[in-house]
């Protein structure tokens, strides 16, 4: 069974697809995390993330560098959201994820084009989303507990100009898969939001 979770930033779906993935025994790949690494390296190599060959070049990262806590920050994600629009980095980054999503006995991913290029196939296609004040709002408390002191409306900002840029790109735009099943988590608290997608792929097997 292969599993596509798709959605924006903050809506829930990287916390959806671990739940998935342990719930159902299938390996999980937060694809965001390799954009991530590639903004990192970019970093590293003093690159520029807006020029395509800095970040071309930051594809051939060491596999140590995804176990970098730095790249979950939010500097980070913004700057993977860069590099992530120049279509030769998507290309770099495609076979590993065509790779993971094919093995034999299924898997996870989570992304924001896993449904619609990376695995157009998926058995079960899952958009998760929710209203930009409360993935502000999460981001803000998740954020608060690390006492980190961020004005509320400085998240949304980066939220809004991340999700612009994730959807307009021309390559691989993020948006729902025809075939997927749209969650919005704006009211529902994570407990809630997992088993909503739980049932969702209960559902799909119980037709097979
Ligand atoms: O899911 P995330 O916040 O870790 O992703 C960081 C950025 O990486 C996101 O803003 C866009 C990019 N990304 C992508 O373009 N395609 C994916 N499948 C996953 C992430």
Request: aromatic letters at 4%; a negative charge; hydrophobic letters at 45%.
């Amino acid at each position: 069974m292969i599993i596509a979770v798709d959605g924006p930033t903050a809506s829930g779906k990287g916390a959806i697809a671990k739940a998935l993935a342990a719930h159902f025994d299938l390996p999980h790949l937060d694809t965001g995390l390799l954009y991530r690494a590639v903004a990192r390296q970019v970093q590293l190599n003093d690159g520029d993330p807006g020029n395509e060959s800095d970040a071309v070049k930051a594809c051939e990262f060491d596999n140590e560098l995804l176990e970098d806590p730095f790249l979950r920050s939010e500097k980070i994600g913004g700057v993977a959201s860069r590099v992530s629009a120049h279509n030769t980095v998507r290309q770099a980054l495609f076979e590993r994820q065509r790779a993971f999503a094919s093995q034999p006995g299924g898997a996870i991913l989570d992304g924001r084009d896993i449904g619609t290029v990376i695995a157009p196939n998926a058995d079960v296609k899952l958009f998760i989303t929710a209203s930009v004040q409360a993935r502000a709002m999460r981001r803000w408390l998740e954020m608060n507990d690390r006492e980190i002191d961020i004005p509320l409306v400085e998240i949304e900002q980066d939220i809004v100009a991340r999700d612009n840029r994730d959807i307009s790109r021309k390559d691989a735009p993020l948006r729902a898969a025809e075939d997927a099943w749209i969650i919005d988590t704006s009211d529902m608290n994570k407990e809630d939001a997992i088993a909503s997608a739980v049932k969702v792929v209960d559902d799909w097997k119980a037709a097979q």
